[in-house]
């Protein structure tokens, strides 16, 4: 059994972010449930009656759904979990009727889209794992079983860019070219582009080599390193049975990209031919793959793909140094870097930017570029923060922190800025939360809590305006961009963590929690949550019961899959009544607080918070010094 420790010091004046925390709460919980009445039928599903007529949209009806059940893991309504089953179950039978599915799973489509559908089913099986464990085995299947066609074990190798459950789906397109689009072609160009002379006459489209037999036979075909996001699915199911099948496969797959990385002076190439090699089919490019360093995005599909896979490698192998198919890649970009306006750079991404951006893209500050080809770097755009920022959650190490600080100075723009945007990925904050857990942004909790409000509310207009409209397939991201449920603020400040990665990755955390009454996951009603430092020698946590009625207990887990061990734990204490003051004072004194401590070697503490109380926990943690679980505190075996 775990240690219990009671909380003791009186809640006489309520902090306001732990009220702006539960108004949050319960401002998503209405927001959820309208968005399930105005855009889903009785069975879950989205309310579309069109077709899909191209290979993308799988993850466009999943990625809509996927924080909800995020947002019951953190401490949401009871029944949203049920919800968010139901959605996956009706979304999965839509998406089967329109024969985007076989057997529940993408027939086949590139990862960089495969890792936002499954989202969803990550936080499901983190919410529910007995539930949902045998059907992310049999998904995980299709790439640790060589039988399903997608892996060859003997050149470690996923044998093709788009991929999944139907073998026969083959090359990167239907018909006759890639269905490339004139907005695409401007903002991203084109794949091969070396295939047309500089000076030539752009072809017509169903003549045009870069986009059909030509892209069929050299890109279509071989592995790619947006692959490395399929890392997340075999992790998820490691995580769920233990079996080392799924650790050796991550070890092998992860492990041949290094080696293909050390073999190009450390940065990660983005294709492998059919017979192993990098470049096989490129003439020799280490660049010029599918969803690689050409074409389209670049570092954006790149380096998040490459840090799903390293971070599910360490955790599944205990071998830190997985991490390090990332680190070089993202130093070359850094040593590329740039100061200049966002106006400036010619980044492909500038309906992202300009709107995170705001007033701030005319501001000179550093820009590094996200894509190579022939021409050397190119794209140059902001750093993505969740990457260098994860490899520091993940490690500790002075490197990384080392890595964020220089960052910091190289950049024109204030990091303690909290701006009201929001992105697809339900990220892009790292910034002023890096700040406030340095120790210089000491307001980030209420005014982050504040932009999430300012962004529920918006999309509740949002939703008020497009609901009842017929959806064409043109339009099929409103779902997503009216979802009402946000929850990077929740992540941040409760967990300790940053926002899952968005294409593919498996929930970060220095905390989470468990409500020990209703014996589920999340905060209990009423509880706030603030994690103010996530360094292992000091994580500070705050607790807060704001019902002055109801004592709460809560389970307090190291790590999000319970990797950690908490050391010891030093704790506010008050056992001083005399701040109660006498029969005729007409005010209270200041309590008196003082510290205890306790030794502890587990990743569980119980914290018993009667009515109106609030502690302070400083935890000192061994990080992984368990073996990553979908365990709770109430499995037996654990308890």
Not at 44 to 67: C, K, P, S
Not at 240 to 265: I, P, Q, T
Not at 591 to 616: E, Y
């Amino acid at each position: 059994m775990y240690p219990a420790i009671t909380a003791s010091v009186p809640l006489l004046e309520p902090p306001g972010w732990a009220i702006a925390q539960r108004e949050l709460f319960d401002l998503l919980d209405h927001a959820w449930r309208q968005f399930a009445r105005d855009f889903t039928g009785p069975d879950g599903r989205l309310a579309y009656d069109d077709e899909l007529t191209t290979r993308d949209g799988v993850d466009d009806f999943y990625e809509t759904f996927f924080n909800w059940p995020q947002l019951y893991l953190l401490g949401g309504a009871d029944d949203l979990l049920a919800e968010s089953e139901r959605h996956w179950e009706g979304v999965t039978r839509q998406l089967t009727e329109l024969g985007m599915l076989h057997e529940e799973y993408e027939r086949g489509y590139d990862w960089f889209h495969q890792g936002e559908s499954l989202l969803l089913l990550y936080f499901l099986c983190m919410a529910a794992p007995e539930r949902w464990r045998d059907r992310a085995l049999r998904f995980a299947e299709l790439y640790v079983d060589p039988a399903h066609g997608n892996y060859d074990p003997a050149r470690r190798i996923i044998r093709r860019p788009h991929n999944g459950s139907d073998p026969a789906r083959e090359g990167l397109f239907d018909g006759g070219s890639y269905p490339w689009l004139p907005k695409e072609a401007a903002m991203y160009g084109f794949p091969l582009e070396w295939l047309l002379p500089p000076d030539a006459e752009e072809p017509a489209r169903d003549r045009d080599p870069r986009l059909g037999e030509q892209l069929r036979r050299r890109v279509g075909v071989g592995d790619t390193a947006v692959n490395l996001a399929a890392s997340g699915l075999v992790f998820n199911a490691w995580l769920l049975s233990g079996d080392r099948r799924y650790r050796d496969w991550l070890a092998g797959y992860v492990g041949a990209w290094r080696e293909r990385a050390a073999a190009n002076n450390g940065v990660l190439p983005d294709n492998v031919a059919p017979d192993g090699t990098v470049g096989g089919l490129l003439e020799g490019r280490w660049y010029g793959g599918h969803y690689g360093w050409s074409w389209p995005h670049g570092w954006y599909s790149v380096g998040h793909a490459a840090t799903v896979a390293a971070l599910a490698a360490a955790l599944a192998t205990g071998d830190d140094t997985c991490t390090d198919l990332v680190r070089p890649a993202l130093d070359e970009l850094i040593a590329h870097g740039k100061v200049m306006a966002f106006t400036e750079a010619d980044s492909s991404l500038a309906t992202k930017w300009s709107v995170q951006l705001r007033e701030d893209v005319d501001t000179p500050a550093l820009h590094v570029p996200f894509r190579h080809d022939d021409r050397g770097w190119f794209d140059y755009n902001p750093m993505l923060m969740g990457v260098p920022v994860a490899l520091w959650h993940h490690s500790a190490a002075p490197e990384d922190r080392d890595r964020l600080d220089r960052l910091r100075a190289a950049d024109g723009r204030d990091w303690r800025t909290v701006r009201p945007f929001r992105s697809k990925e339900e990220a892009g904050h790292e910034e002023p939360w890096f700040a406030y857990l340095a120790g210089d942004n000491p307001d980030y909790p209420e005014r982050i809590l504040a932009a999430a409000q300012a962004q529920v509310r918006h999309r509740l207009a949002r939703m008020e305006r497009y609901r009842g409209r017929a959806v064409p397939e043109a339009d099929i991201h409103l779902w997503q961009q009216s979802n009402p449920v946000v929850t990077e603020a929740l992540v941040q400040l409760t967990w300790g963590a940053p926002q899952v990665i968005y294409n593919g990755g498996l929930q970060q955390a220095r905390v989470r929690y468990h409500d020990a009454h209703a014996r589920r996951p999340g905060l209990p009603p009423s509880v706030a949550a603030l994690v103010s430092s996530i360094d292992p020698e000091a994580t500070v946590v705050d607790l807060v019961n704001l019902d002055p009625r109801a004592p709460r207990s809560v389970i307090v887990q190291a790590g999000a899959f319970a990797e950690h061990h908490i050391r010891t734990v030093e704790y506010s204490v008050c056992d001083d009544p005399s701040w109660l003051g006498d029969l005729y004072d007409y005010g209270h004194r200041e309590p008196v607080v003082t510290a205890a401590s306790i030794d502890l070697d587990g990743p569980w503490l119980r914290v018993d918070l009667p009515r109106s109380t609030r502690i302070r926990l400083t935890l000192r943690l061994a990080l992984r010094a368990r073996a990553a679980s979908y365990a709770t505190p109430f499995d037996e075996r654990d308890a």
